[in-house]
């Protein structure tokens, strides 16, 4: 053969071995580039934990002032949650129960008694004070 002879050769290869040899190489450079995966893991976990997160709303905040670690905040969450249920189905299987004793001690001459006599003070300090309640009074001689 001579150095001017063309020789041509067709391969075809399959779209996905090129993806998964590509998706294998890129994989294997993360992994290098992230260093040791364990470590990796463990400051990453690490690293949440010890976010501060705004103690009402859960979100990361930066200010020292009404700030909680992520974790406390979340088992804080966590027990309301529980203790909400638990108190909720509580009330729930005791209805009746509760519904009765209500409606017994709003029955009671002791209770009706507090009642009138806090809304008498009430009703006499929203008088007594001019800027919740201002009363004038003008007395008229009616017309013929």
């Avoid at 004793?101 to 009706?112: D, E, N, P, S």
Wanted: aromatic share 6%.
């Amino acid at each position: 053969m001579e150095n001017n002879d063309i020789v041509q050769v067709q391969t075809s290869v399959s779209k996905e071995y090129i993806a998964s040899a590509v998706q294998e190489v890129v994989k294997a450079a993360i992994v290098s580039a992230l260093g040791d995966p364990e470590k990796l893991v463990r400051r990453s976990i690490g690293d949440v934990l010890d976010l501060k997160v705004d103690k009402e709303t859960g979100e990361i905040s930066n200010r020292g002032w009404n700030t909680t670690p992520y974790i406390d905040w979340l088992v804080k969450r966590a027990v309301e949650k529980t203790i909400k249920e638990c108190i909720t189905e509580a009330i729930q299987e005791h209805q009746d129960e509760f519904k009765a004793a209500v409606l017994h001690q709003i029955r009671t001459r002791k209770f009706q008694n507090a009642v009138a006599v806090a809304f008498c003070d009430a009703i006499l300090s929203s008088a007594t004070d001019d800027w919740k309640m201002p009363v004038t009074v003008e007395f008229k001689e009616p017309r013929d």
